[in-house]
Nanobody, 125 residues
């Protein structure tokens, strides 16, 4: 079992930046593939980015490619999402997920085993 706690959300103006963090409990963090998803009001939870266990491989949704960067620090049991050039359409609750495998960067919710409680990101125009 792993527990995930997101932080770093808030209100930011368009074109601004935010860095989200997701801290994981447990001693096996480097066994997990990690991902970020987001859910806007009235919409499904959508994939944003994923990173493999070592941080050597990443994958992004087209909507955030070139603006967002996912990274991880296994010594700190933390995964990050650096968000730049933010747009109002990035407004959502952002969730991190953990997948109990070192292999494969997947983009579907059902492939992740654990979730955090989410952190709100609001981008004003």
């Amino acid at each position: 079992q792993v527990q995930l706690v997101e932080s770093g959300g808030g209100l930011v103006q368009a074109a601004g930046s935010l860095r989200l963090s997701c801290a994981a409990s447990g001693r096996t963090f480097n066994s997990y593939t990690m991902g970020w998803f987001r859910q806007a009001p009235g919409k499904d939870r959508d994939f944003v980015a994923a990173i493999n266990w070592s941080g050597s491989s990443t994958f992004y949704a087209d909507s955030v490619k070139g603006r967002f960067t996912i990274s991880r620090d296994n010594a700190k049991n933390t995964v990050y999402l650096q968000m730049s050039s933010l747009k109002p359409e990035d407004t959502a609750v952002y969730y991190c997920g953990a997948r109990k495998t070192r292999s494969g960067l997947v983009t579907t919710q059902r492939d992740y085993d654990y979730w955090g409680q989410g952190t709100q990101v609001t981008v004003s125009s």
